[in-house]
């Protein structure tokens, strides 16, 4: 699964050709979660609701590297990192 960012002790990442809707996935700890790019409501797992928080104040500040990461991994071609929340 390539890495898209880290930080905080959360690492997000994205399959590639994953399936539809596009989505992220995110892991703290023992938490994992599924994240919806448009809506960045957890579809799947959990996190700590501070971490959760985290990754969504990142992923409105990288939403549209998300769409493209999300495209470039449906056209087989490697994913860009993104700068960590800071």
Known sequence: MPELCR?????LAMYLNDHD???????????????EIESLRISKGELPPRIY???????????AELIDNWQRA???KPIKKIKPLQ
């Open 53 to 63: 928080g985290f990754v969504v104040e990142w992923a409105l500040q990288h939403k």
């Open 21 to 35: 809707p596009p989505h992220f996935h995110a892991r703290y700890n023992e938490h994992h979660a599924t994240i």
């Open 7 to 11: 930080f905080f002790g959360v690492v």
């Open 74 to 76: 449906h056209s087989k």
